[in-house]
T-cell receptor
């Protein structure tokens, strides 16, 4: 079974709709992240959470919100979807205990299309 | 302003030859660098990393070189295999405990049989 799972894998929605993307992990990591990837661009950080009570905005948080329901779950919401939020969304986790060698492990991604 | 730059969107090499992927950065506060590989319809997977206190790290066919004075790192794949065909992302992390990564735009590597 995959260590980091994302649901749904694909989603088509309409402008103005509220949608939620979910991420679950079985790695036991305390840190979780949400990124988006657009064609020709690298991954850009939306939100990150270092533990259940710690939520931080990333580079492009406008139009998004998150919820860290448990150590293993981190959800991303688009309150009112707009077409330029069409992108590939990735969840990632990392283990602070790795120290300087901490790396992030990514889920398979959710492809979102906003019409 | 892009802090991590991968100036080559694509690279094509023959199987068995060396692949060299380049990455430049602008912020001297980065202390750790990583390479990720991404296949279509999958998430990025960690490949290899290097701390700013080193200038080389090797793992099998993959070697990363860091030139701090030039703010440049490169990933060497020797020998290249068709299964290495993927998009490669360079990423950098700031000093001071922040675990946020800054990614480059990626280089699509195609290894031809």
């Amino acid at each position: 079974d995959a260590d980091v799972t994302q649901t749904p894998r694909n989603r088509i929605t309409k402008t103005g709709k509220r949608i939620m993307l979910e991420c679950s992990q079985t790695k036991g990591h305390d840190r979780m992240y949400w990124y988006r990837q657009d064609p020709g661009l690298g991954l850009r950080l939306i939100y990150y959470s270092f533990d259940v009570k710690d939520i931080n905005k990333g580079e492009i948080s406008d139009g998004y919100s998150v919820s860290r329901q448990a150590q293993a779950k981190f959800s991303l919401s688009l309150e009112s979807a707009i077409p330029n939020q069409t992108a590939l969304y990735f969840c990632a986790t990392s283990d602070a205990g790795q120290g300087i060698q901490e790396t992030q492990y990514f889920g398979p991604g959710t492809r979102l299309l906003v019409l | 302003d892009q802090q991590v730059k991968q100036n080559s969107p694509s690279l094509s090499v023959q199987e068995g030859r060396i692949s060299i992927l380049n990455c430049d950065y602008t912020n001297s506060m980065f202390d750790y660098f990583l390479w990720y590989k991404k296949y279509p319809a999958e998430g990025p997977t960690f490949l290899i990393s290097i701390s700013s206190i080193k200038d080389k790290n090797e793992d099998g066919r993959f070697t990363v070189f860091l030139n701090k004075s030039a703010k440049h790192l490169s990933l060497h794949i020797v020998p290249s295999q068709p299964g290495d065909s993927a998009v490669y992302f360079c990423a950098a992390r700031f000093q001071g405990g922040s675990e946020k990564l800054v990614f480059g735009k990626g280089t699509k590597l195609t290894v031809n049989p």
